[in-house]
């Protein structure tokens, strides 16, 4: 992707290309027509001093006849090769016209010709300059006159230059500078360096500058109020996880023989040990804690299997089947078991809870699960995004600090959830 600064100097470079280019052509033009209206007002000159003689003594003066100028009364009297080289008829008054012709002797020469009208004479008189291309380029012409021209064209295109340069600094401070200065500050985004207004200079880039502050404020306070929210809620439930534990080992040493109090105790203890993973993996999510959680042996076919039987009560009352013959026998996986239980814990309740009928289908393959359910028709993107908004957030913190890859996206009819383990 090409940066400001490199598209800046390309265009600049393009545009003095340009202009060079231009000057060039306008400097040739200048040239090539000025010879030609310099040799027009020439002819012109030559034919107003005869009209000016030919009023004063009612005759024309002698004729000039020489290589450069030449001048005739009738076409006839003309060289053949330049009288046969103009259409002498179509031609206008004190039009010039030129061309480059050969004489008899196949010579170049480049001829220029003019029909020019005298008051009192019924025709016109033909007025020729012609040169010798090939005696032009034997003469030697005077070199300080050569020396002086090359000079003042080094000059003028050293001045072009030095202008050119002098404006692509000038346009780099004032345009480039400020916004390598909010560039230089975005990359760090540090509230106590950020750029003054006299150092942006312009009002788009304060504006963008204020935006990117008050952004950046906004994201500090969510991220403050995030952490104090985890910290106490997972300090707050410690008070009751302890009690409810307490009672719970209260209860087994009891050893009640009833059945139905053995399994509710079992439920007890079953949902505190979850209890105590969760608030344990809140507490390393909110501190940002670069140690490693503990790492055990996990089976996540036997996982699932487990979390969808502690969760099929959410299905009661539903048309509701389940299709786990998908999911992989023997594949383990050497991760933090709480982290990884909670993923799936959130994944599976929510795919039972939000399903009304239908099936629900688990699949894995090495450390990959895919959890796939089905959705009503109406708003099926709007449903999804506020069902799962909570249980969604919380994988989603998970996986983004345990690097997990998760996505979750909506097909017809259907939520596909899959979270990728590898690290």
């Keep these: 992707m090409p940066s400001i600064k490199r598209e800046v100097y390309k265009l600049l470079g393009g545009f003095i290309v340009l202009l060079i280019l231009l000057f060039a052509s306008l400097m040739f033009l200048n040239v090539k027509y000025g010879i030609s209206t310099d040799t027009e007002n020439m002819l012109v000159y030559q034919g107003a001093l005869l009209e000016r003689s030919y009023n004063s003594t009612g005759s024309l003066p002698a004729l000039v006849n020489s290589e450069i100028l030449s001048v005739y009364k009738e076409v006839e009297d003309i ?104 560039f230089d500050w975005v990359n760090s985004l540090d509230e106590d360096n950020a750029p003054s207004r006299k150092r942006l200079k312009y009002i788009e880039l304060v504006n963008l500058a204020e935006e990117l502050k008050d952004n950046i404020r ?133 795919a039972i809870q939000y399903t009304h009928e239908g099936c629900i289908t688990f699949e894995s393959f090495s450390s990959t699960v895919t959890i796939t359910n089905p959705v009503d028709d109406d708003n099926s993107d709007q449903k999804v995004e506020s069902s799962y908004g909570i249980g969604l957030y919380l994988v989603e913190k998970i996986c983004e600090a345990q690097n997990y890859r998760f996505e979750i996206m909506t097909e017809t009819n259907t939520v596909k959830a899959t979270v990728t383990f590898t690290r």
Excluded at 236 to 253: F, H, M, N, Y
Excluded at 330 to 343: I, K, S
Aim: aromatic share 10%.
């Design 79 to 182: 060289p053949a090769y330049i009288a046969d080289g103009f259409p002498w008829p179509e031609m206008g008054v004190a039009i010039l016209a030129e061309k480059q012709l050969y004489d008899g002797l196949g010579k170049s020469r480049y001829v220029y010709a003019m029909k020019y009208a005298i008051k009192g004479l019924n025709t016109p008189i033909y007025i020729i300059s012609s040169y010798d291309d090939d005696l032009e380029k034997q003469i030697q012409y005077e070199a300080s006159i050569r020396e002086g021209s090359l000079l003042y064209i080094g000059v003028g295109i050293s001045m072009i230059i030095i202008t050119i340069l002098l404006f692509v600094k000038v346009l780099y401070w004032r345009l480039l500078s400020p916004v390598e200065t909010l």
């Design 218 to 350: 906004k994201q500090k306070e969510f991220i403050d109020r995030e952490g104090f929210f985890l910290r106490t809620i997972s300090h707050e439930l410690r008070t009751p996880i302890a009690i409810i534990s307490t009672s719970g080992e209260l209860l087994e040493r009891l050893s009640l023989r009833n059945a139905i109090a053995q399994r509710a105790t079992d439920r007890i203890m079953y949902a505190v040990d979850n209890m105590k993973m969760l608030v344990q993996t809140l507490l390393w999510i909110s501190r940002k804690s670069d140690s490693p959680l503990p790492v055990a042996e996990i089976d996540i076919n036997a996982l699932i299997h487990e979390l969808v039987e502690d969760n099929k009560y959410l299905s009661q009352d539903k048309d509701i089947e389940f299709d786990l013959d998908k999911l992989a026998a023997g594949d383990v996986l050497h991760d933090n078991y709480g982290t990884v239980q909670l993923v799936l814990m959130n994944l599976v309740r929510n």
